[in-house]
């Protein structure tokens, strides 16, 4: 399967969760590795996701997806970071921006197919995310080994950009 594929069914469970998969109008740009997708139902409610997915190419599974989305609760939205199964749930995900102290996000639910840790949206990531080139998100896998994936930050702004406005039409 095409990596856009995966990446856009990737999505589509998030935007799923965000309530409004019966949509009647989608919009989707990509953006280098980030995809903004966005569903508008007949009623005229809209949700949208800014996403980046890492898949392994052996397995075809989500190594590590990283979604911001829509969320009643919140204006700026929910981080959502999602990993494989079969890791150390206590020790959470750890988020290290261009060398600064780690984060740690706790897991919030684990399913058969991949464990999420979820937190909401502040400025403080935004500031962050488009300041930094690259982040990396790190966590552990139940054998005791370190998982670790590097990302770019180099559209993410301009992904951001998009995604905010798309909210707003």
Do not use: H
Not at 39 to 57: Q, V
Not at 101 to 113: A, D, R, S, T
């Amino acid at each position: 399967m095409p990596q856009t594929i995966r990446n856009i069914l990737f999505c589509l469970s998030f935007l799923a969760l965000a309530g409004n998969a019966g949509a009647a109008t989608k919009t989707q740009r990509t953006f280098d590795g980030w995809q903004v997708d966005c569903n508008e139902d007949d009623k005229g409610a809209k949700s949208c996701a800014l996403y980046i997915a890492f898949i392994n190419n052996k397995s075809k599974a989500v190594v590590l997806g990283w979604t911001i989305a829509s969320d009643e609760k919140s204006e700026k939205g929910k981080l959502v970071v999602r990993t494989l199964t079969g890791v150390t749930v206590s020790d959470g995900i750890s988020v290290q921006f261009d060398g600064s102290k780690p984060v740690n996000i706790p897991y919030k639910i684990c399913m058969p197919q991949y464990c999420a840790a979820e937190v909401p949206f502040s400025d403080a990531w935004l500031k962050t995310m488009t300041g930094a080139k690259k982040f990396s998100v790190t966590y552990i896998a139940a054998n005791g080994k370190e998982v670790k994936q590097e990302v770019d930050l180099a559209r993410f702004a301009e992904a951001f950009q998009y995604y905010t406005a798309e909210l707003k039409s």
